[in-house]
């Protein structure tokens, strides 16, 4: 059973670049979260999504950030027009239903801005 | 959910059993205590919860005294691969409503 996957694993983008970010989820899991951690710094929550719907986005940034979990396909995490502080890992976890605080992390996806 | 009070580093011995504390003394009757732990540059990785009674699976134990204000995780045969950010973490029981809150963890570092 493959864990969680991420891709891509490193991505470089220039200031005002838009920067997609990849989750699938390990199989027969339906709920997803989005962690962030930046240089030196802990994880901090960002999003939980299941099938279609943002159940808590508590985390994420007002503005630039978006995240969606469609009925097909991967999770996608989107930054709109990137600043140098969104240069940061970022991880997906999943678990299985009903959701819990037993999830599954991805190898994350380093982004750099330039 | 708790705040949970962890030492910032420790050191063990390869082949000794690491002892990890953890102090969560206003954690609630409902609350579960989870640990992951995060290897340089690598995802978090989920290793044990426990409720009151102590818990052991292929990983490690866990070990929460009576009262529940504190408990202790248990790599009962610690390898240089063990050398990685442990995380204790207070939740409420019922699901993943919200995401796990992350502190500073102990930074557990396995000497050969």
């Known amino acids: 059973n493959a864990g969680v996957m991420q891709n891509p694993r490193h991505l470089v983008r220039r200031r005002g670049q838009e920067a997609r970010l990849r989750c699938s989820p390990m199989k027969g899991h339906s709920h997803v979260y989005w962690y962030r951690q930046l240089p030196e710094e802990g994880l901090k929550f960002m999003v939980y999504l299941q099938k279609e719907n943002i159940i808590d986005e508590s985390g994420m940034p007002k503005e630039r950030f978006s995240a969606e979990f469609p009925k097909e396909g991967p999770s996608i995490l989107r930054i709109q027009q990137v600043v140098r502080g969104d240069s940061a890992a970022y991880f997906c976890a999943s678990s299985p239903p009903p959701g819990g605080y037993e999830q599954y992390f991805g190898p994350g996806t380093r982004l750099t801005v330039t | 959910d708790a705040k949970t009070t962890q030492p910032p580093s420790m050191d063990c011995a390869e082949g000794r059993a690491a002892n990890l504390p953890c102090n969560h003394s206003t954690i609630s009757g409902n609350e579960y205590v989870y640990w992951y732990r995060q290897i340089h540059s690598q995802g978090p990785q989920y290793i044990i919860h426990?409720?009151?009674n102590n818990e052991t699976n292929e990983m490690a134990s866990l070990i929460i005294t009576e009262d529940r204000k504190s408990s202790t995780l248990i790599l009962p045969h610690a390898t240089l691969r063990d050398t990685a950010v442990y995380y204790c973490i207070g939740v409420i029981s019922g699901g993943g409503a919200d995401g796990l809150t992350f502190g500073k963890g102990t930074h557990l570092i396995i000497q050969p």
């Open positions: 426990g409720l009151k």
